[in-house]
């Protein structure tokens, strides 16, 4: 069953570093670009990064410019989220989700499989 597993949520105080991993099952990832996306209490769901298929094209809202980098190893089917200098509004749960493309887009509804997400919590 195609599936995306996402791990490596927790709490951290502010400042802390988390890395997030999203890993692919039942397709081949080299295909794919792969976004992160998050979801604040009474939020809409944000994108907060994306990864072209090949990894070398890679997306950030300002809002994390800096702090996160995306990374992705093709042949262990995983894509990373490392998160640092991290503050109070980075909390939510993040999901991983695979685009219709070979390259980043900025429509949620033009990623077709999404994770199940993982919470990470900022907080002192």
């Known amino acids: 069953q195609l599936q995306l597993v996402e791990s490596g949520g927790g709490l951290v105080q502010p400042g802390g570093s988390l890395r997030l991993s999203c890993a692919a099952s039942e397709f081949t990832l080299d295909y794919y670009a792969i976004g992160w996306f998050r979801q604040a209490p009474g939020k809409e769901r944000e994108g907060v990064s994306c990864?072209?298929?090949?990894?070398?094209?890679?997306y950030y809202p300002d809002s994390v410019k800096g702090r996160f980098t995306i990374s992705r190893d093709n042949a262990k089917k995983t894509v990373y989220l490392q998160m640092n200098s991290l503050k109070p509004e980075d909390t939510g749960i993040y999901y991983c989700?695979?685009?219709?493309?070979?390259?980043?887009?900025?429509?949620?509804?033009?990623?077709?499989?999404w994770g199940q997400g993982t919470q990470v919590t900022v907080s002192s």
């Open positions: 990864i072209n298929n090949s990894g070398g094209s890679t």
């Open positions: 989700a695979r685009a219709e493309r070979y390259y980043c887009v900025a429509e949620k509804d033009k990623y077709d499989y």
